[in-house]
């Protein structure tokens, strides 16, 4: 919904609803889905048939249940194509010179989702989604996004946060956050430390746009015993060398369409 409320259309707005149902879902029945979007049985069915005749869920006719369609993951895949075709090959990089995960994320208003993922090698990997969704304040990518954002739009992201605290190390309130921005602006990039899940750590560098606004970062994350303060800094000034190289490739690409 925009933010005025503006030429909303009530029968669009439902539809989106019943595609989010599928987000923490796999199949669903229509009683099911009704209850969760909220929706009257019959007003459910009928905007499920035309997502249905339309691709983007389809019936399992052994189960009788719905699911999204592959016309949704096709449509998916042209997001942000740009930033994943030149950003791929720089996480594989990563992996092969560091053994950990690294992500690609974009920014969507007060979270960042993740676009892309390369495993590491190594036997203990970290458990982030490709499609997951997670605040800003308390991950490392948006950390570095949230530092480098001009300083009204800064303003407007922090007066709709809601804290919450998931580690004994979660930042969890203004202040601290913003003690924290200011510390990953001073060196280049961000740093979770424990911050959503204990015994996880991650570093991220954020990847600007061709009006020099960061709106995805890159991060490499792994287990904290691994990724002590020796590593962090050495594998920073690779990871802030390589989103620039990749803002920088952004820019050419736009300013040449």
């Not at 949230?146 to 979660?170: D, Q």
């Not at 000034?237 to 040449?256: A, C, F, H, P, R």
Request: proline share 3%; aromatic share 8%; with cysteine.
């Amino acid at each position: 919904m925009n933010k005025s409320g503006e030429n909303v259309i009530q029968s669009v707005c439902r539809a989106i609803q019943i595609i989010r149902c599928f987000e923490k879902n796999e199949e669903l029945g229509v009683t099911e889905i009704s209850k969760i979007a909220g929706l009257h049985k019959s007003t459910a069915f009928g905007l499920i048939s035309t997502l249905e005749a339309n691709k983007l869920i389809e019936k399992n006719e052994l189960t009788g249940k719905y699911r999204l369609g592959l016309e949704l993951f096709r449509l998916g895949t042209k997001v942000n194509s740009a930033l994943r075709h030149i950003a791929v090959p720089y996480l594989e990089q990563l992996v092969k010179m560091y053994q950990e995960t690294a992500n690609l994320v974009v920014m969507d208003d007060l979270s960042i989702i993740y676009l892309e993922k390369v495993e590491s090698t190594q036997s203990m990997r970290i458990s982030t989604l490709v499609g997951g969704r997670l605040p800003l304040y308390c991950t490392a990518v948006g950390k570095a996004i949230l530092a480098n954002l001009p300083p009204e739009e800064l303003n407007s992201k922090l007066k709709r946060m809601e804290f919450r605290k998931y580690t004994g190390n979660t930042v969890s309130d203004r202040n601290s956050l913003m003690e924290s921005l200011e510390l990953t602006r001073n060196r280049g990039y961000a740093e979770d430390n424990e911050e959503l899940e204990i015994g996880l750590s991650c570093i991220a560098a954020p990847i600007y746009n061709h009006f020099n606004i960061p709106f995805a970062a890159i991060s490499l994350s792994g287990p904290t015993f691994r990724m002590d303060e020796v590593f962090r800094k050495e594998a920073s000034v690779t990871l802030m060398n390589y989103t620039g190289e990749i803002s920088m490739k952004l820019g050419y690409d736009n300013n040449n369409q």
